[in-house]
């Protein structure tokens, strides 16, 4: 879902390596501001570090982005929700 009219407050880089799998993997926890209803709201969504390089945003910038929601809930019904910053061309159609 394209996303507009969104300041980027601040920019976060993690790094790690995958248990599971051993690779290692480089994100960036992105923390944007919008205007709604209610005033000041706050999003914050992650992206893999070579894609948001490839943007080439900063801090204080005011911009459109592709953001792509999901909710999880794991065994012991937790419910959480993962924002995606993500590159439009390789979201897939049904």
């Not at 394209?2 to 799998?21: A, C, H, M, P, W």
């Not at 960036?28 to 501001?33: A, D, H, K």
């Not at 999880?72 to 390789?90: A, C, E, G, L, M």
Request: aromatic share 10%.
């Amino acid at each position: 879902m394209l996303v507009n009219n969104l300041l980027i407050k601040r920019i976060d880089k993690k790094e790690g390596k995958s248990q599971s799998t051993g690779n290692e993997w480089k994100t960036c926890v992105v923390i944007l501001e919008f205007e709604d209803e209610f005033g000041k709201s706050y999003i914050s969504a992650i992206a893999d570090e070579d894609y948001w390089k490839s943007l080439g945003y900063e801090e204080g910038q005011v911009v459109s982005l592709h953001l792509r929601f999901r909710t999880k809930t794991s065994f012991s019904r937790y419910v959480s929700n993962d924002i995606r910053i993500v590159n439009p061309q390789n979201i897939q159609q049904p």
